[in-house]
């Protein structure tokens, strides 16, 4: 695991635990890197309820409430999945936000429509769902690193500016915290 993102962690930890609120993730390219990188620190168990590592598609549907429609349509690496994954995920594991990932982390698998390296990562709660997709393949374990940090990042950003708005938490603040140039 990287650094950051058990920096980053830890921040989300720390932003959780204050406010009483819940996390959860629905993984399908990474895996469950993102549910391990937040049970990385002591005490997440006060505030991340679970991940579903949802590979397939059936899975997808089954757990996470993505619609057979939403797939046909757009497949399943596609924004659309990405955020009806975050409200599966919300609903299935009660929690107050979540994350999800989908996408083609590589060798194989990609198209000329969705390329690897094509990742489509979701977070948000109930309210609001954002996005962010992913287009550089730098091979297999790269991708799913930086999808993976990238994630906890985003979800970061989004935790800080809903639960501590009057908090400051950009890169310069974690770099000098850790002594670590982001």
Same mark, same amino acid.
């Given at each position: ?22 996390? @959860? ?6 895996? $469950? ?9 002591? $005490? ?41 994954? +975050?409200? @599966? ?11 999800? +990932?989908? $996408?083609?982390?590589?060798? @194989? ?14 977070? $948000? ?48 603040? +974690? ?8």
């Amino acid at each position: 695991m990287e650094f950051e993102s058990k920096i980053l962690s830890r921040q989300i930890g720390d932003l959780l635990y204050a406010s009483g609120f819940s996390l @959860g993730t629905a993984e399908s390219c990474t895996g $469950g890197r993102i549910s391990e990188t937040i049970i990385a620190i002591p $005490g997440a168990s006060n505030y991340f309820k679970g991940g579903i590592v949802s590979y397939s598609e059936e899975t997808k549907m089954n757990l996470l409430g993505v619609k057979a429609e939403t797939l046909q349509e757009h497949t399943a690496v596609s924004e659309q999945v990405a955020r009806e994954m +975050v409200s @599966g995920a919300i609903r299935a594991l009660n929690v107050d936000y979540a994350i999800s +990932v989908t $996408g083609t982390a590589g060798p @194989g698998g990609g198209t000329a429509e969705i390329p690897v390296g094509t990742i489509w990562i979701g977070y $948000g709660d109930k309210n609001e769902i954002r996005t962010m997709k992913l287009t550089e393949d730098f091979g297999r374990d790269i991708n799913l690193a930086i999808a993976t940090n990238k994630a906890i990042r985003l979800m970061l950003d989004f935790l800080t500016e809903k639960l501590a708005p009057e908090t400051n938490n950009d890169e310069t603040d +974690v770099a000098e915290m850790t002594g670590v140039k982001l």
